[in-house]
């Protein structure tokens, strides 16, 4: 197949779940009774199956479920596990894994897994309610420090085990040896769909008694298993696990994960035969990949969303009039096209298009107008100096030059510095509250639902709103929408909310995020997919040769 004009969508969502991560976590036709797809070629095929398949990673920061909040580690964790439940990456519904059904109350509440009996761990290991219950209580343990905590904030009794006396939580009860219930302390109707997120995963007692030694081989759930020990800045490697309860198998008998401090190195590699696979062509490769590749390279859409936003702590920033006007003298086509060479898509608002949610013609500051955004700009007394701050190292400089040439070009705007700091660094000035001008971030959605595109980091007071946006009644319009357990109704809350947002601009939306993959002869093209978070579903990759 020939991709040179083919744009492949991870999915688009027709229906939203029916149950109803910051940028630093598919298929279609029969899904086996446990979810997810596996085994399929996302063209209503089964995945042919034989193989060793090499793909291109980062070294993980963490490679412990409940502490892996980040991409390079994420994308191997969820080959090694099952949550209790999973995402079917075709109409992006939730749908069984270890938990084969569940029921809420009437006000989403109180809700109850029932889980299959025929679930273990690689080793051996039974997996039963109490082993969610143990699990869950693990990574909420402030001493254990896992990053995935935060996840577990809308469980009964998190707060009393976080910052009070309590050893468990009190919301999380195994029944009996398949049936857990887990009570919340507000009603939450996306649980099902959180759940399948990494930081949900279930661990066995080794992981307990010796996380250091279980970081290194992960003892897991999943379709594979480790071969192995991770080889830090190296590999890891896993094979398919025979045993895996699912009704279909994963494609490739071997995965390896080759670790890559350097994209443009494994670039060349795969040009040079040494790696089958890279997803993520970085962007000074996007005038060489279809040269280069003709035959074999894809392109995906994804949840990625790059902004700028606002630190509306400082006073310069408080009107909205200021913060649209900079938003509509940003000519986003001119900077995709020149600069990304057309692989993103102009952003209208934090909901990305594959989800339900989505809606195109939402946002009128998101048009370019420079010469009303000049007249609204100059109305509303902008300042005449700016600072931008964006995190060093990841490619953003040329398009923030760009968009600082606009501001000068079409804006009162004398003078406009950058500053530039290390991730870690940039991220301690947010916490500090030392951010004076317009700041990059990104995000990418953990889970498909549209609670996670807005409220992690735009609700009152949460960790990740480094705007300080504060707004009574979007944090409403977001409690609403998570306590509906009607899905339209849900879905016209959440709308109202990004609205309300669009029109209080404390972000200004720039693009979606696309990747393109190039392979070699080794693996055939049409069974690639990705799905939303820009995660290669390699469980559906058929190897044709090794």
């Given at each position: 197949?020939?991709?040179?004009?083919?744009?492949?969508?991870?999915?688009?969502?027709?229906?939203?779940?029916?149950?109803?991560?910051?940028?630093?976590?598919?298929?279609?036709?029969?899904?086996d009774?446990?979810?997810?797809?596996?085994?399929?070629?996302?063209?209503?095929?089964?995945?042919?199956?034989?193989g060793?398949?090499?793909?291109?990673?980062?070294?993980?920061?963490?490679?412990?479920?409940?502490?892996?909040?980040?991409v390079?580690?994420s994308?191997?964790?969820?080959?090694?596990?099952t949550?209790?439940?999973?995402?079917?990456?075709e109409?992006?519904?939730?749908?069984p894994?270890?938990?084969?059904?569940?029921?809420?109350?009437?006000?989403?509440?109180?809700?109850?897994?029932?889980?299959?009996?025929?679930?273990?761990?690689?080793?051996?290991?039974?997996?039963?309610?109490?082993?969610?219950?143990?699990?869950?209580n693990?990574?909420?343990d402030?001493?254990?420090?896992?990053?995935?905590?935060?996840?577990?904030?809308?469980?009964?009794?998190?707060?009393?085990v976080?910052?009070?006396?309590?050893?468990?939580?009190?919301?999380?009860?195994?029944?009996?040896?398949?049936?857990?219930?887990?009570?919340?302390?507000e009603?939450?109707?996306?649980?099902?769909?959180?759940?399948?997120?990494?930081?949900?995963?279930?661990?066995?007692?080794?992981?307990?008694?010796?996380?250091?030694?279980?970081?290194?081989?992960?003892?897991?759930?999943?379709?594979?298993?480790?071969?192995?020990?991770?080889?830090?800045?190296?590999?890891?490697?896993?094979?398919?696990?025979?045993?895996?309860?699912?009704?279909?198998?994963?494609?490739?008998?071997?995965?390896?994960?080759?670790l890559?401090?350097?994209?443009?190195t494994?670039?060349?590699?795969?040009?040079?035969?040494?790696?089958?696979?890279?997803?993520?062509?970085?962007?000074?490769q996007?005038?060489?990949?279809?040269?280069?590749f003709?035959?074999?390279?894809?392109i995906?859409?994804?949840?990625?969303?790059?902004?700028?936003?606002?630190?509306?702590?400082?006073?310069?920033?408080?009107?909205?009039?200021?913060?649209?006007?900079?938003?509509?003298?940003?000519?986003?086509?001119?900077?995709?096209?020149?600069i990304?060479?057309?692989?993103?898509?102009?952003?209208?608002?934090?909901?990305?298009?594959?989800?339900?949610?989505?809606r195109?013609?939402?946002?009128d500051?998101?048009?370019?107008?420079?010469?009303?955004a000049?007249?609204?700009?100059?109305?509303?007394?902008?300042p005449?100096?700016?600072?931008?701050y964006?995190?060093?190292?990841?490619?953003?400089?040329?398009?923030?030059?760009?968009?600082?040439?606009?501001?000068?070009?079409?804006?009162?705007?004398?003078?406009?510095?950058?500053?530039s700091?290390?991730?870690?660094?940039?991220?301690?000035?947010?916490?500090?509250?030392?951010?004076?001008?317009?700041?990059?971030?990104?995000?990418?959605?953990?889970?498909?639902?549209?609670?996670?595109?807005?409220?992690?980091i735009?609700?009152?007071?949460?960790?990740?709103?480094?705007?300080?946006?504060?707004?009574?009644?979007?944090?409403?319009?977001?409690?609403?929408?998570?306590?509906?357990?009607?899905?339209?109704?849900?879905?016209?809350?959440y709308?109202?909310?990004?609205?309300?947002?669009?029109?209080?601009?404390?972000?200004?939306?720039?693009?979606?995020?696309?990747?393109?993959?190039?392979?070699?002869?080794?693996?055939?093209?049409?069974?690639?997919?990705m799905?939303?978070?820009g995660?290669?579903?390699?469980?559906?990759?058929?190897?044709?040769?090794?």
């Amino acid at each position: 197949m020939n991709n040179r004009t083919s744009i492949r969508t991870a999915s688009l969502a027709v229906a939203a779940s029916a149950a109803l991560v910051l940028s630093a976590c598919g298929g279609n036709g029969d899904d086996d009774e446990n979810g997810n797809g596996n085994g399929d070629n996302g063209n209503g095929e089964a995945a042919e199956t034989g193989g060793t398949l090499s793909i291109a990673n980062t070294e993980p920061q963490n490679f412990m479920p409940g502490n892996s909040s980040e991409v390079g580690g994420s994308k191997m964790l969820e080959q090694l596990f099952t949550g209790l439940t999973g995402v079917d990456y075709e109409t992006y519904e939730v749908v069984p894994g270890v938990a084969e059904s569940w029921e809420a109350n009437d006000d989403a509440t109180v809700w109850t897994f029932e889980l299959r009996d025929d679930w273990t761990f690689h080793n051996g290991d039974e997996i039963t309610a109490q082993t969610f219950v143990d699990t869950f209580n693990w990574v909420v343990d402030p001493e254990n420090g896992q990053q995935n905590a935060d996840f577990y904030d809308v469980f009964l009794g998190y707060e009393d085990v976080v910052e009070g006396n309590a050893d468990e939580l009190e919301g999380v009860t195994a029944v009996d040896d398949y049936t857990l219930e887990i009570e919340l302390n507000e009603p939450f109707s996306p649980l099902p769909m959180m759940l399948s997120y990494t930081g949900f995963y279930p661990v066995p007692q080794e992981a307990f008694d010796d996380p250091d030694a279980f970081e290194q081989s992960p003892i897991g759930n999943g379709e594979y298993q480790m071969d192995g020990e991770w080889e830090h800045d190296v590999q890891v490697a896993m094979d398919r696990w025979e045993d895996w309860p699912g009704e279909s198998q994963g494609g490739p008998d071997r995965i390896e994960w080759r670790l890559y401090a350097d994209m443009e190195t494994a670039y060349l590699d795969v040009q040079a035969g040494e790696l089958d696979l890279l997803d993520t062509v970085p962007a000074p490769q996007y005038g060489d990949y279809e040269a280069s590749f003709p035959e074999n390279h894809a392109i995906f859409e994804t949840s990625s969303f790059e902004y700028l936003g606002f630190p509306l702590y400082q006073e310069e920033f408080e009107d909205p009039d200021i913060r649209q006007a900079l938003s509509m003298a940003i000519d986003r086509e001119q900077i995709i096209e020149s600069i990304y060479h057309g692989l993103r898509t102009p952003a209208t608002g934090p909901i990305p298009p594959m989800l339900a949610e989505y809606r195109e013609d939402k946002c009128d500051a998101c048009e370019y107008d420079p010469d009303t955004a000049a007249e609204l700009y100059e109305a509303a007394g902008g300042p005449s100096e700016l600072t931008i701050y964006f995190n060093s190292g990841a490619g953003h400089e040329e398009w923030v030059e760009s968009i600082s040439n606009m501001w000068q070009e079409h804006l009162p705007i004398d003078d406009i510095e950058f500053q530039s700091l290390e991730f870690a660094q940039y991220l301690d000035l947010h916490d500090d509250e030392q951010i004076d001008g317009p700041f990059r971030l990104g995000w990418s959605t953990s889970y498909p639902n549209a609670q996670y595109t807005m409220e992690p980091i735009y609700t009152t007071g949460v960790s990740s709103n480094y705007t300080h946006f504060n707004n009574e009644e979007f944090d409403d319009l977001i409690a609403q929408a998570n306590a509906e357990t009607d899905e339209d109704a849900a879905t016209e809350l959440y709308q109202q909310a990004e609205d309300l947002l669009l029109e209080e601009m404390p972000i200004i939306p720039l693009w979606y995020g696309q990747s393109v993959m190039v392979h070699t002869d080794a693996i055939d093209n049409d069974s690639l997919l990705m799905d939303y978070r820009g995660f290669t579903r390699v469980e559906q990759v058929t190897v044709l040769e090794d």
